[in-house]
């Protein structure tokens, strides 16, 4: 069991290229994340699919979009990358149920933008 | 509004000795709190976690505390380890009937010395 899994682990960009960060996670979950981490602001939630087919604005939606190409990936797009999202993105997956809200994170990449 | 908030970006303690890490939360819709344990250039994992309908969860060296009437939780590490060191988020689930979205607070950097 891989658990999450992230690709790439790092990349560098110059401001206007574009990418796309894949996330895949084999523990058979109904939700996917998508968070990005700054220093001193903790984790904001860029995007959400609660469900294969459907997918929600988080806090800082702003610059990307997602696709849930399946149950088991999740990617998340930058169309023209700024400097602003220089930044450390986490993916996450959870099977939500009463008093069950774990996520499950992967190790992140880390992507400058230039 | 930041409605999870870890006041304290740092703690040190000795080997040995109690960590305690605060939390205080302002939504009151929140019913779901989580710990996660972030070690650098990993991604975070899940600790411990407890449900409004309790005010104590133990396992092992973590006790996580509930205080609904203070909107405030706190995770007690005791012994205190080494390898305890680690950036600590406290996140809460539930406001708003969502149950899919974690509110994630800034993080503590939590060292213990040796």
């Known amino acids: 069991n891989a658990g999450v899994t992230q690709t790439p682990k790092f990349q560098v960009l110059k401001t206007g290229q574009s990418m796309t960060l894949q996330c895949a996670q084999d523990?058979?979950?109904?939700?996917m994340y998508w968070y990005r981490q700054d220093p001193g602001m903790g984790l904001r939630l860029i995007y959400y699919?609660?469900?294969?087919?459907?997918?929600d604005k988080g806090e800082v939606p702003n610059g990307y979009n997602v696709s849930r190409l399946n149950k088991r990936e999740f990617s998340l797009r930058l169309e023209s990358a700024a400097p602003s999202q220089t930044s450390v993105y986490f993916c996450?997956?959870?099977?939500?149920?009463?008093?069950?809200?774990?996520?499950?994170f992967g190790p992140g990449t880390r992507l400058t933008v230039t | 509004d930041q409605q999870v908030k870890q006041n304290s970006p740092s703690l040190s303690v000795q080997e040995g000795r109690i960590s305690i890490l605060n939390c205080d939360y302002t939504?009151?819709?929140?019913?779901?709190f989580l710990w996660y344990k972030k070690y650098p250039a990993e991604g975070p994992t899940f600790l411990i976690s407890?449900?409004?309908?309790?005010d104590k969860n133990e396992d092992g060296r973590f006790t996580v505390f509930l205080n609904k009437s203070a909107k405030h939780l706190s995770l007690h590490i005791v012994p205190s380890q080494p390898g305890d060191s680690a950036v600590y988020f406290c996140?809460?689930?539930?406001?708003?009937?969502?149950?899919?979205?974690?509110?994630f607070g800034k993080g503590t950097l939590l060292t213990v010395n040796p």
């Open positions: 523990m058979n979950h109904n939700s």
């Open positions: 996140a809460a689930s539930g406001g708003g009937g969502s149950n899919y979205k974690l509110t």
């Open positions: 939504n009151s819709m929140f019913d779901y």
């Open positions: 407890i449900s409004s309908i309790k």
């Open positions: 699919s609660a469900s294969e087919g459907t997918t």
């Open positions: 996450a997956s959870s099977e939500p149920g009463r008093f069950s809200y774990e996520q499950y």
